[in-house]
């Protein structure tokens, strides 16, 4: 029953350190498409998809260090992300993003 145990643990561990390195990479694409994009849109949809990666990485890390602490910051940077690319999305419409009107 240890040897499962234990080759549980080892897969856990590198599916952890795979997924890390999956999104690294993935982070400095996404930095590449806002600095070099083509226009504002694919500028827009490269800071969202940023926010997503920065929740898989606090999704990670929660797994990694066995805790459930990180849950709520999961959770705020998805509402973080969401309001971001609301208000994004508006300024490329409109030009601007609250109305004084």
């Known amino acids: 029953m240890r040897e499962v145990l234990y080759l549980t643990e080892q897969i856990l561990e590198l599916s952890v350190t795979i997924g890390f ?9 996404l930095m590449y498409q806002i600095i070099v994009g083509p226009n504002n849109v694919e500028r827009a949809v490269a800071l969202d998809t940023i926010g997503i990666n920065l929740m898989a990485v606090a999704t990670l890390l929660s797994i990694y260090l066995v805790t459930d602490k990180l849950n709520d ?7 973080l992300a969401f309001l971001g690319t609301v208000g994004i999305a508006k300024y490329l419409e409109e030009g601007v993003i609250i109305d004084r009107k």
């Open 73 to 79: 910051v999961v959770l705020l940077i998805g509402i």
């Open 21 to 29: 390195i999956a999104i690294a990479v993935s982070l400095i694409l």
